[in-house]
């Protein structure tokens, strides 16, 4: 009998690397229980669902109508990058692995059954805890997955972009893309050159304190320190979907980054030399006009083929149903995210 239950359900034969491990993902790898995060629903609502007696808008708000995980309940209030009359964002308490998952893809469907609705502005902010990445790691560790992870995201922010279809996320100025002549870029670039083992808590407070808010990446949230609670990787390229499979396809991106990012924080060269540069030169990267369609061609199958990415499909039951949709999901944004470069 497997841990994660709907394994045991599965009425074909797992891969070998499954069977093997007995259906726990190695710690090696990262796994997902081991991450905490919390989520961030830009959306509009269209139906006066929060009007009235509750208060809206307030952050003390607790809409009874969303499920609660582990206990802890979502909040709401107004956001100020949308439309005041009836823009919102709904706000996850902490949320930890696969559970955490399932519970975001509830919360979604019942946001869509209720009528809330996105638009161009609207995004899905997804916080992952510092911590739960790194552990008791040594700060050297930290700073070279910081620098890492940065560079990951310099390489592919054109795939990720893509997969968030024809809003064209990229120009949105609440989540800019990372440039190469930004101060952090700088301090990053420079950081990354000192020896293993060399890297102190100075460089890690020279990276995050570069770091801009409105970035694809904003690292600014980790003022706390390394083990601070609230220390945390702000993803904001994600679009925000009253699909679920838009959400798991961005946490699949993100938590693969992140395991990619962490394996090769040493420059492990081998593992993904696309990230071994700085210099945008390579095939899905060359033509801005169809950077949505060769960045999925190329991230999608990266993804698919690393042990990293293969071993996602099996650590969440949602994940799980609908991997083929969340591929064929992201195939389709990219296209529409190309056609509207001219626009």
Known sequence: MYKNSFLNEIDFPLPEYIRKENGICPNWILPLDQFSFGVEIECYDRNGIQEGEVGYPSREVNPDYLPSSGGSQWKVEEDGSLDFHDGCEFISPVLYGSKGISNCVKVIKKLSS?????????????????????????????????????????????????????????????????????????????????????????????????????????????????KGNSSSLEFRYPSSSMNPDQFLLHIIQIVWLIRQ???????????????????????????????????????????????????????????????????????????????????
């Open 114 to 226: 209720l009528g809330f609705e996105v638009n161009r502005d609207c995004g899905i902010h997804i916080h992952v805890g510092l911590s739960s990445i790194c552990g008791n790691k040594k700060v050297d560790d930290v700073v070279s997955f910081l620098c890492r992870l940065n560079k990951s995201m310099f390489n592919y922010q054109g795939s990720l972009f893509g997969s968030c279809g024809e809003v064209r996320r990229d120009r949105n100025s609440y989540c800019q893309r990372l440039r190469n002549d930004e101060d952090l870029i700088s301090i990053v670039r420079d950081r990354e050159s000192k020896s293993k083992g060399s890297k102190d808590l100075n460089d890690f407070n020279s990276i995050w304190s570069r770091s801009h808010k409105y970035r694809s990446l904003n690292i600014s949230k980790l003022s706390n320190g390394i």
């Open 261 to 343: 990012s962490w394996v090769d924080r040493h420059d492990r060269k081998g593992s993904d030399s696309v990230c071994d540069s700085w210099v945008l030169d390579k095939g899905f990267q060359s033509d801005p006009r169809n950077e949505g369609v060769r960045g999925f061609e190329f991230m999608s199958r990266k993804i698919q083929n690393s042990i990293r990415g293969k071993w996602l499909r099996w650590e969440n039951p949602e994940i799980f149903h609908s991997w083929s949709d969340i591929w064929d999901l992201w195939k389709d944004q990219s296209f529409k995210y190309d056609s509207k470069y001219f626009d």
